[in-house]
T-cell receptor
């Protein structure tokens, strides 16, 4: 158990819908990362927050957005869902946002868009 | 160009034997970190081992060791005395100090199946 929690574990929804994925980082970690793992794209970095502020953006679609709240939990919002958004979404956390910091991953949310 | 390349899509290993998983990387940043993660069939990503670009010694963590050859830009993972529970996908990842934020770039992974 990494100490990072993600809810829900599984999510099934329809195209065009909107969903929210939730992540609670390990106690004491200030930095949260979101990754997407799909069969065709592999594991890709989406976005990073550090202490409530956006720190870096990766291959995140405009239909996707995220935020980190004052209690440091984070939410990833996915809207106008398409079949291709079906994937395993991971949240990871680390103490800070510096080189050398290990990122610990949550169990993931498996999203299926029908 | 791929930043992280794992050339072995899958491999079998006999229980109690050692196995080496290949990882090559591409970066012009002199400061970077290399990570290995394990993903069992249940889906979670488990951190195994870390090697910094300036580390003088190869990293070791229990049965895991990293064969770091900087000039060749390779960071192979060695699992000694394989166990059935080692059957999983293994991912090599890199973080470059100059990259914005602290993102990890992953390779395509290697699936390992340990035979009894």
């Amino acid at each position: 158990d990494s100490g990072v929690t993600q809810t829900p574990k599984h999510l099934i929804t329809a195209t065009g819908q909107r969903v929210t994925l939730r992540c609670s980082p390990r106690s004491g970690d200030l930095s949260v990362y979101w990754y997407q793992q799909s069969l065709d794209q592999g594991l890709q970095f989406l976005i990073q927050y550090y202490n409530g502020e956006e720190r870096a953006k990766g291959n995140i679609l405009e239909r996707f957005s995220a935020q980190q709240f004052p209690d440091l939990h984070s939410e990833l919002n996915l809207s106008s869902l398409e079949l291709g958004d079906s994937a395993l979404y991971f949240c990871a956390s680390s103490v800070e946002a510096t080189s050398g910091e290990t990122q610990y991953f949550g169990p993931g949310t498996r999203l299926l868009v029908l | 160009a791929q930043k992280i390349t794992q050339t072995q899509p899958g491999m079998f290993v006999q229980e109690k034997e050692a196995v080496t998983l290949d990882c090559t990387y591409d970066t012009s940043d002199p400061s970077y970190g290399l990570f290995w993660y394990k993903q069992p069939s249940s889906g979670e990503m488990i951190f195994l081992i870390y090697q910094g670009s300036y580390d003088q010694q190869n990293a070791t963590e229990g049965r895991y060791s990293l064969n770091f050859q900087k000039a060749r830009k390779s960071a192979n993972l060695v699992i000694s005395a394989s166990q059935l529970g080692d059957s999983a996908m293994y991912f090599c990842a890199m973080r470059e100090a100059k990259a914005a934020g602290n993102k990890l770039t992953f390779g395509g992974g290697t699936r390992v199946l340990v035979k009894p």
